[in-house]
């Protein structure tokens, strides 16, 4: 009989993809978004375009695992994920590391500009995770049709998410965050005395404009 294979895991250096919008080396503001499963940074980025101030700039990480979305047939359209069960351990810990290096590289020595991060849907879940395991102190936490990780500890984490504005956003027809979803998670929330803005739009499973302008407007 054959032996099993056994696994190995090593370090490598990567090059990743980052997309901006504004001025993010000066900005008193940096929001950080995160995309969803299969998409990439820069399409991701452009929902944010007309949000943009001097004062406020966005960035947007491109996970590190690309695919192609369409199969192997066209090669056409390309997507990204920041995380498979494969290795999740070792995938969460490359990608918390990323993240927080990403936010050390942008600002001017002499700034101190508030993060804001905001994850949609497989970003949403990687938001959580980066806000409570990283080294980057974030003012505020927008999780958009998603939630906090459901491996995430709350007893353990609970004082640094009530030190975080912590907003969660759904459309009325999210099939991923729908009502029972959201009540319940408001509910968990609340037994760990974490405040949090529940805000819904008229929608499904997407990023809406009228909602995402409050949301970034509001600070």
């Known amino acids: 009989m054959m032996p099993d ?16 919008l ?12 995160l995309h969803g499963y299969g998409q990439l940074a820069g399409d991701f980025a452009a929902h ?10 966005v ?3 491109e996970a590190l695992s690309r695919f ?37 590289t942008l600002p ?7 993060i804001r ?25 927008v999780l958009w049709g998603g939630a906090p990780a459901h491996d995430l500890d709350l007893n353990t984490h609970a004082e640094l998410l009530r030190n975080m504005d912590l907003t969660v ?10 009502p029972e979803r959201r009540a319940a998670l408001q509910q968990h929330l609340a037994a760990h005395e974490i405040p949090v803005s529940i805000q819904t739009f008229d929608g499904g499973h997407e990023m809406e404009d009228d909602m995402l302008r409050q949301i970034v407007s509001a600070g």
């Open 5 to 20: 294979p056994s696994l190995h895991t090593l370090w490598v250096e990567r090059t990743a993809r980052v997309a901006a």
């Open 22 to 33: 504004g001025t993010p080396s000066t900005a008193a503001t940096l929001w950080i978004v």
């Open 48 to 57: 944010f375009g007309g949000l943009v101030t001097p004062a406020r700039a």
């Open 59 to 61: 960035v947007a990480p």
């Open 68 to 104: 192609y979305v369409d199969g192997l047939e066209t090669h056409e359209k390309v997507g990204a994920s920041w995380m498979t069960r494969a290795a999740r351990e070792h995938e969460i810990t490359d990608y918390v590391a990323y993240l927080d290096r990403v936010v050390a």
């Open 108 to 114: 001017d020595d002499d700034s101190s500009p508030s």
């Open 117 to 141: 991060v905001l994850g949609f849907s497989q970003g949403a879940a990687t938001a959580s995770r980066w806000a409570v395991l990283g080294d980057t102190v974030i003012d505020r936490l």
């Open 169 to 178: 956003v759904a459309g009325t027809d999210d099939p991923y965050v729908p």
